[in-house]
Antibody
């Protein structure tokens, strides 16, 4: 079925960068797109972007363009989400998700990582 | 971007009663070539990660109780819980995956009356 295991909580100062990892197991990593979604405390879900682990191609929500970079390491079956120029309102849980259809970007998010809390505070 | 708007924001329903949550998209999410609506529903219980309940607007995930059902097409969708149970207390989100960005509704908080 597959699992996604994310890196632990991070505490950062405004202006810094953070890199969150998402390690896939139990399935062929390059077969399924990985998406990133964030959720500020007590708030709703916000889709950030996706990566095709096979090709490395990415798409970002416009509001994150230029500040978020999604990459992957196929040798370690791991996807990464790096955010720069952090602000206090970037404090949130960051989730990686995976769909249920091989090679297809447009699927619902059946599999979720456990979430990585990023706290931005001076 | 496709804007997803849920109603109501908050819903309180008695145990055993029916609960209905609506989701409206600013553009159709029906892909006419395969007649599929690119619309999902998620449940997020307190302190937990979201869980996929329904995809393609009406296809229930394996293991999801059959009291949950999804309906609608193009721009108007509904998640219905036929007989509310205590364990259904959660926030429910719709999401379109027709076009990037794959936007979510703002969420509907469901509680027991």
């Amino acid at each position: 079925q597959g699992q996604l295991a994310q890196s632990g909580a991070e505490a950062k100062k405004p202006g810094a960068s953070v890199k969150v990892s998402c390690k896939a197991s139990g399935y062929k990593f390059i077969d399924f797109y990985i998406h990133w979604v964030r959720q500020a405390p007590g708030q709703g879900l916000e889709w950030m972007g996706w990566i095709n682990p096979s090709t490395g191609a990415t798409i970002y929500a416009q509001r994150f363009e230029g500040r978020v970079t999604i990459t992957r390491d196929t040798s370690n079956n791991t996807a990464y989400m790096e955010m720069s120029r952090l602000r206090a309102d970037d404090t949130a849980f960051y989730y990686c998700t995976r769909g249920d259809k091989r090679g297809t970007v447009a699927t619902a998010a059946r599999h979720w990582g456990q979430g990585s809390l990023v706290t931005v505070s001076s | 971007d496709i804007v997803m708007t849920q109603s109501p924001d908050f819903l309180a329903v008695s145990l055993g009663e029916r609960a209905a949550i609506n989701c409206k998209s600013s553009r159709s999410v029906l892909y006419t070539s395969n007649t599929k609506n690119y619309l999902a529903w998620y449940q997020q219980k307190p302190g937990q990660t979201p869980k996929l309940l329904i995809s393609w607007a009406s296809t229930r995930e394996s293991g999801v109780p059959d009291r949950f059902s999804g309906s609608g097409s193009e721009t108007d969708f509904t998640l219905t819980i036929s007989s509310l149970q205590a364990e259904d207390v959660a926030v429910y989100y719709c999401q379109q995956y027709y076009n990037t960005p794959f936007t979510f509704g703002q969420g509907t908080r469901l509680e027991i009356k």
